[in-house]
């Protein structure tokens, strides 16, 4: 019931910059959160930012002080902004949002957009 659509992916240098936007089919402050993942070959999808309604932030160890996720409330868009890219930040990206209810959790996933950082 909810769609979410990923852009900005692309080839960048090392030390370099991209911005990723995700742009969700429904109010973003109806839903409980948001979040970035990413997934390399061969390896498992791990979570690398979240934002929760209440604008709460969470990074993976490994992107904080690089990385930033944001938001657009007015677009319903949620971004994820990467500076200082490095080679092992080559994967595909992932938007997530989690709905919540009384009965459960609930997830909806974008269609992933590739990030290749290389020289």
């Known amino acids: 019931q909810v769609q979410l659509v990923e852009s900005g992916g692309g080839l960048v240098q090392p030390g370099g910059s991209l911005r990723l936007s995700c742009v969700i089919s429904r109010s973003i402050l109806s839903l409980y959160a948001q979040a970035w993942y990413r997934q390399t070959p061969g390896k498992q999808r791990e979570l690398v930012a979240s934002i929760t309604r209440g604008a709460s932030r969470n990074y993976a160890d490994f992107v904080k002080g690089r990385f930033t996720i944001s938001r657009d409330n007015a677009k319903d868009t949620v971004y994820l902004q990467m500076n200082n890219l490095k080679p092992e930040d080559t994967a595909v990206y992932y938007c997530?949002?989690?709905?919540?209810?009384?009965?459960?959790?609930?997830?909806?996933w974008g269609q992933g957009t590739q990030v290749t950082v290389s020289s």
């Open positions: 997530n949002a989690v709905d919540r209810d009384l009965e459960g959790e609930y997830d909806y």
